[in-house]
């Protein structure tokens, strides 16, 4: 029996094998009937969903609104570069700490809540968000949205890489990708996670063990927003645009069918398996028909009814078998 | 002398309900001090209010001379008060030893330790293993709490307020669901305790706190109705006539 903590290397197994499929993806992804730029999003959707699901799975806190964070991130890019003349560097620091910022706002509104009414305050703040980007047209550019977003080169000092091409931009999100995982993965891990994984099986108890619960609540969603925000930030770079629509009820709606459907409740590493399998279903399905959601919201609900551990529990379930031969399956965490 | 906790005349209601109508007690450092009463009587919403748990509508709670009336659950914790919980309160996915882990000061003091690894937390590791051998689950360490067996359980919970190395030890009946052998452990457990830790007991179980209390306050509609040691208040002819001290 295995008596300690979860250990966290820097740079576990499931990392190495994403790495190298997204690293190799510009290899072969034409000649499996792919198109470049797909990679691109995914990875981008990876990573928004990943730090959305240190908050519905790790802390158990429900935002369904949280797109609006990941617009905030692209508006705030796209801001200031357009009016401030920001270079890549900072208009990345700005998508972050804009949405980091705006997210620690409606945290503060919202972290002593729980449950459905969280969720339904997370809804309120996201249309909110919507609504401002839709009708601020002085800032936002209203329906339009933002325009012409530059790709400015990828400037470290004593090398420049200009991030025009696909392929370019390819490498440039999944080196962030895998920082960003890779701080998350000691994140979830760290004392600070154990705790936060804690507040979401049992409040009271947290807070009776002397913690302040309402903080982690609090630090957990603008974690999770400053990620969105960077994720937003690396969607309008490569959309070259900010609109609305990044931050609509869908697009919060999207990255918890991604998360769900991955099995992010079971697995770190579900949120990658969904944003891959909702991208591609997308494109895939999208080729043959106009209505490809509604076979995907079928596949949702057949998840979420059926097998609520999602793709990464059906794998770990497998896995077992394969091990121990068909004995009874005892739960774990992950 | 001000006593090492004491609560005083302590008030609480629920709408039109006086659930606490004037509560007082003392205990003193070390002390095994436990709490009877019939079902209802108020015993666990005391609890409540000495914890945190609920704000007392009247009176005064005091600890080591200073008020503390009112305190949110994690002040009282970060003096040294720890609880246990007549319903289970677990974090059912993690091993038992993750749960007594979370609970020690040691691992509270890295509380926003982002990128540390838990595992490395080997001071509180080691207070939650020696919490975990005090009350018998040596060698269940990594057991999910929800595979252990409802006694495990129940000697998890306590193993969790002992793992915060607690100066004043609040048990909320903790004979509940034991059987015969968990008696006899806890027994031993709380024998062990005595002196290094003062302890609080809500208890149904008369033989059971009767058999470990220094003192006993009987509860009843709200108010203490009796106090003294076991021997007394078994020669006490209103506890006698109750039945509760048979």
């Known amino acids: 029996m295995d008596a300690t903590l979860p250990r966290a290397a820097w740079f576990p197994p499931a990392l190495v094998v994403t790495v190298v499929v997204l690293a190799s993806a510009p290899l072969w992804i034409v000649k499996v009937g792919l198109y470049p730029y797909i990679a691109v999003e995914i990875m981008i959707w990876m990573m928004f969903a990943l730090g959305y699901n240190l908050l519905l799975g790790y802390a158990g806190l429900p935002s369904f609104g949280h797109g609006a964070f990941f617009g905030v991130g692209a508006y705030a890019f796209g801001l200031a ?69 530059r790709r400015p080169a990828l400037d470290l000092g004593f090398a420049s890489w200009p991030l025009a091409s696909n392929t370019a931009l390819h490498y440039a999100v999944l080196v962030a990708l895998v920082v960003v995982t890779m701080l998350l993965w000691r994140l979830v891990h760290s004392p600070y996670g154990r705790v936060l994984g804690a507040v979401k099986q049992n409040e009271a108890r947290v807070a009776f063990s002397g913690y302040n619960v309402w903080l982690y609540k609090w630090s957990a969603f603008v974690i999770s927003c400053a990620v969105a925000g960077l994720a937003g930030s690396f969607f309008a770079l490569a959309q070259q645009s900010a609109y609305p629509n990044v931050m609509s009820l869908h697009n919060s709606g999207f990255v918890v069918m991604m998360v769900l459907v991955g099995g992010g409740l079971v697995s770190f590493w579900g949120p990658f398996i969904g944003a891959a399998f909702f991208l591609l279903a997308r494109d895939l399905l999208g080729a043959y028909t106009e209505t490809w959601l509604l076979w995907y919201g079928l596949v949702f609900m057949a998840v979420v009814i059926f097998k609520p551990e999602g793709i990464a529990g059906i794998w770990r379930d497998g896995l077992r078998r394969v091990r121990r031969g068909p004995e009874r399956l005892v739960p774990a965490a992950r | 002398m001000t006593a090492f906790f004491a609560a005083q005349g302590l008030a609480k209601r629920f709408g039109d309900r006086l659930v606490l109508q004037d509560v007082s007690f003392e205990l003193a450092e070390g002390e095994v001090h436990g709490i009877i009463g019939p079902n209802g009587a108020g015993k666990t919403t005391c609890f409540h209010v000495l914890t945190g748990k609920h704000k007392p509508d009247g009176g005064r709670v005091t600890f080591r001379g200073r008020d503390i009336t009112g305190f949110a659950p994690k002040e009282i914790a970060r003096l040294g008060i720890a609880r246990s919980f007549q319903l289970m309160n677990l974090f059912d996915d993690y091993s038992a030893l993750e749960n007594a882990v979370v609970a020690t000061r040691e691992f509270r003091a890295r509380a926003f330790d982002v990128l540390g690894a838990a595992a490395s937390a080997k001071a509180a590791i080691e207070r939650a293993e020696a919490a975990l051998a005090d009350v018998g689950l040596a060698g269940k360490e990594g057991v999910k709490a929800k595979s252990l067996s409802y006694g495990d359980r129940r000697a998890l919970e306590i193993a969790v307020a ?42 149904h179980d008369m033989r059971f706190l009767f058999g470990l209390a220094d003192r006993v306050s009987v509860v009843h509609w709200g108010q203490v109705i009796a106090r003294g040691t076991p021997a007394e208040l078994r020669a006490n002819p209103w506890v006698a006539r109750s039945g509760l001290g048979s």
């Not at chain 2, 915060?164 to 015969?180: K, Q, R, S, V």
């Open chain 2, 162 to 203: 002992l793992a915060a190395d607690p100066c004043l030890l609040f048990l909320d009946e903790p004979t509940a669901g034991l059987g015969a052998e968990g008696l006899e452990r806890l027994s031993a457990l709380i024998r062990k305790l005595r002196g290094r830790v003062t302890m609080l007991i809500i208890e």
């Open chain 1, 81 to 149: 570069q357009l009016k401030l003349g920001a270079g890549l560097w900072l208009a990345l620091l700005a998508g972050i700490a804009g949405a980091a910022l705006v997210g620690a706002i409606v945290a503060a509104c919202i972290s002593h809540r729980r449950g459905i009414y969280y969720a339904l305050l997370t809804i309120a703040f996201g249309q909110v968000l919507w609504f401002l980007a839709m009708k601020w047209h002085t800032v936002t550019g209203g329906e339009d949205g933002l325009l012409n977003i």
